[in-house]
């Protein structure tokens, strides 16, 4: 009897250590990492990193997991909640605030290697940062540019922007109204999410929206630099009559087909969008990539940079840490972006070749890296809220003509002043 008691106990403290902890019984470490990535080469270039890691650290396994854009907010909220959290997580930046004042991310304050820490930029760090906790590695960002029909451009006689000499606002809009007629428009702005838009190119003006006093404590302040880009596509759609009016409420993709068939001579979109106009543009289109228009503030735009954080519950930062290190070495984060069709972060990586190519204009948008800035909203607790609630529905209506600018700047303090005050009590 005491003998089958004491085997008893032994397969008990045996299960126990094999179960815990994401240990296996021969010692080896398993993370999950929780990817993103959805387009086909992205896919394939994450999970080929992941191959090599594994094939060169047998005590530290990583399993990839495929997560989606679509549903990560709230499919991460419940695996933080219930004790189910992948170790590494990937995400975007606007999205860590609540996670991270929440205690779900683990602060990599102290953990990540200096070689990172130093190669992505200050500014770049910022969207990743709240209190005095860094709570993501921000690796890939997705400048807005203007994806231009080329032969209709040319064919207009107007000059040309370069990232060195930009249209500004004003200019864009007289451009807009010369490719406009019989039809057809200067520009279809998709502003199915038109407050992220707006606000990101509103840096260019001096918009700053959110400004935080003394106190620490954030409110809406709309001013003059905030309302270029909403007065610029306001006229465009309802006077000027260069912008198409039935986009408004559209996605990025929805405008594709009418850009193809040339109803459209601009559309702002992504800088990932080349990938889908590569493989969709009929045979024989020409399409070029331009910077967004400038203004006070030059070619500055706001970004949320794709991140990489840890969760807090993880019995295994130091690993999960070394993971991230690994991904975001500078051939591997040239290798992230292309197959993002996006930008890196970091400065070694932004030098590679293969982003300063002519072919598919890689070379437009890498020359827009260092105007890039955190996005106005990144480190406003009721954001979400106040995005969903007050902003949205302002923005939609004052861009279909339903209000003017006057109630739009009411809405937008008034009502989102009153949101961002719940959070910040």
């Known amino acids: 009897m005491r003998s089958r008691w004491v085997c008893a106990v032994l397969l008990l403290l045996v299960a126990g250590c094999s179960s815990g902890g994401g240990t296996r019984d021969d010692d080896r470490i398993t993370l999950r990492f929780q990817s993103l990535a959805w387009q086909e080469e992205s896919v394939a270039a994450n999970k080929d990193l992941v191959e090599e890691w594994n094939a060169t650290h047998p005590d530290v396994k990583v399993e990839y997991v495929q997560g989606s854009w679509d549903s990560v907010h709230d499919q991460l909220l419940t695996s933080f909640e219930g004790g189910e ?11 860590l605030a609540d996670f991270a004042y929440g205690g779900y991310l683990a602060d990599l304050t ?4 200096d070689r990172l820490t130093s190669d992505i930029p200050p500014h770049s760090w910022r969207t990743t940062t709240f209190g005095d906790g860094i709570y993501g590695v921000p690796f890939l960002q997705e400048p807005r540019v ?7 451009l040319k064919r207009s006689g107007v000059r040309i922007p370069t ?8 200019e864009f809009a007289a451009v807009t109204r010369q ?9 279809a702005w998709p502003l199915k999410d038109p407050v992220s838009a707006t606000l990101n190119l509103s840096l260019s003006s001096g918009g700053r929206l959110f400004h935080r006093g003394a106190d620490g404590k954030v409110t ?33 993709s929805d405008t594709l087909p009418g850009f193809f068939g040339g109803r459209y001579a601009m559309v702002p979109l992504g800088f990932s969008y080349r990938q889908q106009i590569v493989q969709q543009a009929p045979e024989g289109f020409d399409w070029q990539v331009l910077p967004a228009p400038a203004g006070a503030d030059g070619l500055a735009q706001g970004v949320s940079p794709q991140t990489l954080s840890v969760a807090e519950d993880s019995p295994h930062k130091k690993e999960a840490v070394a993971f991230v290190d690994f991904l975001l070495r500078p051939p591997n984060m040239v290798r992230l972006a292309l197959g993002d069709w996006m930008l890196p972060t970091g400065t070694e990586a932004l030098k590679d070749p293969a982003l300063h190519t002519a072919e598919n204009d890689w070379a ?3 020359a827009l890296a260092a105007h890039l800035r955190p996005a106005p909203a990144q480190s406003v607790r009721g954001y979400p809220e106040w995005k969903d609630k007050v902003a949205t529905p302002a923005f939609q209506e004052y861009y279909s003509g339903a209000i003017d600018l006057d109630e739009l700047r009411t809405r937008l303090e008034r009502d989102g002043n009153l949101v961002l005050a719940r959070y910040q009590r």
Not at 229 to 238: C, F, H, S
């Open 85 to 95: 959290a992948p170790d590494v997580i990937h995400d975007a930046s606007d999205d």
């Open 110 to 113: 102290g953990l990540l290697p």
């Open 146 to 152: 203007l994806i231009a029909d080329a032969t209709r």
């Open 163 to 170: 990232p060195e000499h930009p249209w500004t606002w004003p």
């Open 179 to 187: 490719l406009s007629g019989d039809g057809k428009y200067g520009i």
């Open 220 to 252: 809406v302040r709309f001013e003059a630099g905030d309302e270029v880009v909403p007065r610029t596509v306001r006229d465009q759609v309802g006077t000027d009559r260069s912008a198409s009016p039935t986009t408004l409420g559209s996605g990025g």
């Open 364 to 366: 437009t948008g890498t």
